[in-house]
C-alpha cells in the first residue's frame, strides 16, 4: 500500500511541476503572468527574463523525471541519483515556500505557496517513504 501511495504522489508532483513548467513557456512567450513570479514586479517579463523562464521550464520537467523515477514509476536512467536529487528538489521547494509566502505579491503569495507547500510535503513523503 505504501509503495502505491508513492507512486501516486509522485504521479500528482510530477504533474504539477509539467504545469509550472507550462505556465514557465506562457511567460517566456509574453503572456500577462508575471504578478505570479518573481515577486510580481513585472505583468510581462522583460526579455532577459524570459530566458530565465525557459531555464526553469527545463528545471522543472528534469524535476518530474526525477520524482517519477525515484517512485520506479519508470524503468531506465539508472544513472540518476535520485536519492540525493530528491534532497536537493524537496530542500529547494522548502525555501521556495519561504519566498514565496515573504513575496509582496498577492497573487504569488496566495497562489505559489500553497502549491509550493504542498509540493514540499509530497516529495517530503516520497524521499522519507
Known sequence: M???????ASII?????????IF???LTLGFPFGE???G?????LPKKLRTVSTMSS????????????HAKVFSGLDFL????LMWIITVALGLMTLVNFLSQSKKEKYTMTPLSAITFLLCLYITLA
Open 13 to 21: 508532483v510530477a504533474v504539477i511541476f509539467v504545469s509550472l513548467a
Open 24 to 26: 514557465q513557456e506562457f
Open 36 to 38: 505570479y513570479t518573481l
Open 2 to 8: 505504501q509503495s502505491n501511495m508513492v507512486i501516486i
Open 81 to 84: 541519483p535520485t536519492n540525493i
Open 58 to 69: 527545463l528545471i522543472l520537467l528534469f524535476m518530474a523525471v526525477v520524482v517519477l523515477k
Open 40 to 44: 510580481g514586479k513585472y505583468k510581462i
